[in-house]
Nanobody
Framework: QVQLVESGGGLVQAGGSLRLSCEAS????????MGWYRQAPGNQRELVAE???????DYADSVKGRFTISRDNAKNTVYLQLNSLKPADTAVYYC?????????WGQGTQVTVSS
């Protein structure tokens, strides 16, 4: 079992930036594939960005060029840098860790972008 704790959300004006962090418990963080998802009210949860244990990354088309995912295995932490934020980015952002067929979710952090 791994515990994931997100932080860094908040209220920001359109065009602004935030950096989300997700710290994982345990000592095998480097083996996990990590991802950031988001869910807006009335919408399904969607993948925003992911980073494999080997470091390869992938992004949803809606955030390409604006968001950057990274990881620091020494700190058991995955980050999501959010730039050029838009009101449409408003959602609860969740961290996910996957190892094989097992996945874990964090509790989420709210990002609100005002116009």
């Amino acid at each position: 079992q791994v515990q994931l704790v997100e932080s860094g959300g908040g209220l920001v004006q359109a065009g602004g930036s935030l950096r989300l962090s997700c710290e994982a418990s345990g000592n095998i963080f480097s083996l996990y594939d990590m991802g950031w998802y988001r869910q807006a009210p009335g919408n399904q949860r969607e993948l925003v960005a992911e980073i494999a244990r080997g470091g390869s990354t992938d992004y949803a088309d809606s955030v390409k060029g604006r968001f950057t995912i990274s990881r620091d295995n020494a700190k058991n932490t995955v980050y999501l840098q959010l730039n050029s934020l838009k009101p449409a980015d408003t959602a609860v952002y969740y961290c996910r860790a996957v190892l094989g067929y097992t996945g874990y979710w964090g509790q989420g952090t709210q990002v609100t972008v005002s116009s």
